[in-house]
C-alpha cells in the first residue's frame, strides 16, 4: 500500500505496518480467539485506523477503506446487533473528522455528500455482507458437528451391540457347561448332608456352605442367561402406570424398610399403549433399585413420566451419589461395576429390554448431585 501512495507521509510508514502485523498475529496468537481478544483487535484496529486516516487527510483520505478492518472482524466475531454497532462506530469515526474542519474557510459541496454517503454506504454494505457469510458458515459448521456426534453415536451403538452379541454367544455357551457341574455338586452336597452324622458339625456347615455357594452361582448364571438370551415380548395395550405402581411394590416388598421416599408424577396424558408390562416393570425396578442404593436414609427418589412427541418417558430422579463423567459412557456396559459388590449386568439388562422395545435409555448425572435415567418408549405400534 505504501508503494503505490502517491505522496507516502510518515504516518503510513508506521501506522500501515502496524496493522499488518496485528492480521498477522491475530491468526496465531490464541489470545485473540477468545472474546476478549476479539475486543482488544477490534480496539486497536480502531485507534491505528483512526490515527492513519487523520494523518493522511482526514475525510479526503486515500485510506478511508481501513475502518474496514473492525467492521471486517466485528461482522465475523458476533452477532447482527455487535455487527451493526461497530458498522455505526466506524461510520462515526469517519464522520467525526469533519469536526476538525474550519467551515468558515471551507465548504462542502453536494458531490463531496455524495462521496462521503457512497463510502459510508461501503462501509455497511461490506459489513452486512461479511456477517450474512460468516452466520452461514457457522450454521453449516454447527450442521456438520450435530452429525458428526450422530455418527459417533451410531458407530459407539453399532459397537456396542456387536460386543453384546458375541458376549451373549459366549455366555449362553459358558452358562450351559457350567450348570452340569454344578448340579452334580448341589446333588453331592445334599447326600453328603444327608448321610454326615449330627456330631460332625464342621462337615455338616462345609456342606452347607457348598449347597449355598451353587445356588448363589445358578443365580448368577440365570442373570448372564437373562443378559443373553433375547426377550420374547407380549405387546399388549397397557397403562404405564399402573406398570410403575407394580414396580414400586415389588421393591417395597423385597426390600422391606427402603429408606428412600419415593414420590410419582405421572402424566395424564400418557393412555395405554402397547409394551411388554411384565418387562418394563423390571426395566423399572432395577432402575429404581440402583437410585435406592444410591440414595442416603431419608433421601427422596422421583418417577416421572410424561409424553414427548411420539414416545412415553421414563424419569427415575435421584438425589444420591451421582456418577462420574469418566464412567458415563460405560454405565449401560456388561460387567462394568463401580459397586464392590456388584456384578454389572443390571443396567446391561435394562439397556438390552429397553432396546428390544426399540425404545431408549439415557442417564444424566453430575457427581455428588443424583441422577437422572430416561427411559423413552415409542406410544405407536
Same mark, same amino acid.
Given at each position: 500500500m505504501i508503494v503505490f501512495s502517491p505522496d507516502p507521509s510518515p504516518a503510513e510508514y508506521v501506522f500501515i505496518p502496524c496493522l499488518g502485523l496485528l492480521q498477522i498475529l491475530e491468526a496465531k496468537i490464541p489470545f485473540?480467539?477468545?472474546?476478549?481478544?476479539?475486543?482488544? +483487535?477490534?480496539?486497536?484496529?480502531?485507534?491505528? &485506523?483512526?490515527?492513519l486516516v487523520g /494523518?493522511?487527510?482526514?475525510?479526503?483520505?486515500?485510506?478511508?477503506?481501513?475502518?474496514?478492518?473492525?467492521v471486517v472482524t466485528a461482522s465475523t466475531s458476533f452477532g447482527?446487533?455487535?455487527?451493526?454497532?461497530? #458498522?455505526? $462506530?466506524?461510520? &462515526?469515526?469517519?464522520? +467525526?473528522? $469533519?469536526?476538525?474542519?474550519?467551515? +468558515?474557510?471551507?465548504t462542502i459541496e453536494e458531490s463531496d455528500i455524495s462521496r462521503l454517503c457512497l463510502r459510508l454506504s461501503f462501509i455497511a454494505l461490506v459489513g452486512y455482507l461479511t456477517h450474512r457469510l460468516a452466520e452461514a458458515s457457522r450454521k453449516e459448521q454447527r450442521k456438520y458437528e450435530i452429525a458428526a456426534s450422530q455418527l459417533q453415536e451410531a458407530e459407539d451403538?453399532? !459397537? !456396542?451391540?456387536?460386543?453384546?452379541?458375541?458376549? &451373549?454367544?459366549?455366555?449362553? =455357551?459358558?452358562?450351559?457347561?457350567?450348570?452340569?457341574?454344578? =448340579? %452334580?455338586?448341589?446333588?453331592?452336597?445334599?447326600?453328603?448332608?444327608?448321610?454326615?452324622?449330627?456330631?460332625?458339625?464342621?462337615?455338616?456347615?462345609?456342606?452347607?456352605?457348598?449347597?449355598?455357594?451353587?445356588?448363589? %452361582?445358578?443365580s448368577l448364571i440365570t442373570r448372564f442367561l437373562e443378559f443373553a438370551r433375547p426377550t420374547p415380548l407380549r405387546l399388549k395395550a397397557t397403562d404405564l402406570g399402573e406398570v410403575i405402581d407394580r414396580a414400586i411394590a415389588q421393591l417395597e416388598r423385597l426390600r422391606p424398610g427402603v429408606a428412600a421416599n419415593i414420590y410419582k408424577n405421572y402424566s395424564p396424558d400418557i393412555r395405554p399403549f402397547p409394551i411388554d408390562g411384565e418387562i418394563i416393570e423390571r426395566v423399572v425396578y432395577n432402575l429404581l433399585l440402583n437410585a435406592v442404593?444410591?440414595?442416603?436414609?431419608? =433421601?427422596?427418589?422421583?418417577?416421572?413420566? !410424561?409424553?414427548?412427541?411420539?414416545?412415553?418417558?421414563?424419569?427415575?430422579?435421584?438425589?444420591? +451419589?451421582?456418577?462420574?463423567p469418566k464412567h458415563l459412557e460405560n #454405565?449401560?456396559?456388561?460387567? /462394568?461395576? %463401580?459397586?464392590?459388590?456388584?456384578?454389572?449386568l443390571g443396567l446391561a439388562i435394562v439397556s438390552k429390554l429397553v432396546d428390544e422395545h426399540g425404545g431408549e435409555i439415557a442417564v444424566e448425572s453430575e457427581a455428588g448431585k443424583g441422577a437422572i435415567f430416561i427411559v423413552r418408549l415409542p406410544i405407536a405400534e
Open positions: 485473540f480467539a477468545t472474546r476478549r481478544g476479539v475486543l482488544t +483487535s477490534i480496539v486497536l484496529k480502531f485507534v491505528l &485506523g483512526y490515527t /494523518f493522511t487527510g482526514a475525510v479526503n483520505s486515500n485510506y478511508y477503506l481501513v475502518f474496514l478492518l473492525p447482527p446487533a455487535g455487527a451493526t454497532g461497530f #458498522i455505526l $462506530l466506524a461510520s &462515526g469515526a469517519y464522520l +467525526s473528522f $469533519l469536526l476538525f474542519i474550519d467551515w +468558515s474557510r471551507y451403538t453399532v !459397537r !456396542r451391540s456387536e460386543r453384546l452379541a458375541a458376549l &451373549g454367544q459366549l455366555t449362553a =455357551g459358558l452358562a450351559h457347561e457350567l450348570r452340569n457341574p454344578l =448340579g %452334580t455338586m448341589k446333588a453331592s452336597a445334599e447326600i453328603l448332608t444327608k448321610n454326615l452324622p449330627a456330631e460332625n458339625a464342621l462337615a455338616l456347615e462345609m456342606a452347607g456352605f457348598i449347597s449355598t455357594e451353587v445356588d448363589r %452361582t445358578n442404593q444410591a440414595t442416603p436414609s431419608g =433421601g427422596a427418589i422421583t418417577v416421572k413420566t !410424561r409424553q414427548a412427541g411420539g414416545a412415553a418417558e421414563i424419569s427415575v430422579i435421584d438425589r444420591g +451419589s451421582g456418577i462420574e #454405565i449401560f456396559n456388561p460387567f /462394568f461395576t %463401580t459397586k464392590p459388590d456388584g456384578v454389572g
